[in-house]
């Protein structure tokens, strides 16, 4: 049974980072995509970044280009979410998402 396991959130002030992890298990993952999705209060899940299953292609919203970076290592079925100079309007339950699985998310906060 596929499992996927975010960690990392956490109340920042703006201008602050974080660093998100999701742990995956029960399946192989090296060949997947996998990406990052957020939703906050009252709006709809929308995508935040992806990274193919070798790392060599990544893409982001244009609201994070710039300041996450999104990376994985296949070896330890890990991915990851750099995030840096972080905006209130970041403040959402951050997923991630391999082929049809999603995590159970993990809430960022960031006060101005």
């Known amino acids: 049974q596929v499992q996927l396991v975010e960690s990392g959130g956490g109340l920042v002030q703006a201008g602050d980072s974080l660093r998100l992890s999701c742990a995956a298990s029960?399946?192989?993952?090296?060949?997947?995509?996998m990406g990052w999705f957020r939703q906050a209060p009252g709006k709809e899940r929308e995508f935040v970044a992806k990274?193919?299953?070798?790392?060599?292609?990544?893409n982001y919203a244009d609201s994070v280009k710039g300041r996450f970076t999104i990376s994985r290592d296949n070896a330890k079925n890990t991915l990851w979410l750099q995030m840096n100079s972080l905006k209130a309007e970041d403040t959402a339950v951050y997923y991630c998402?391999?082929?049809?699985?999603w995590g159970q998310g993990t809430q960022v906060t960031v006060s101005s």
């Open positions: 998402k391999i082929f049809v699985y």
């Open positions: 029960g399946g192989t993952f090296s060949t997947w995509a």
């Open positions: 990274i193919s299953w070798g790392s060599s292609s990544t």
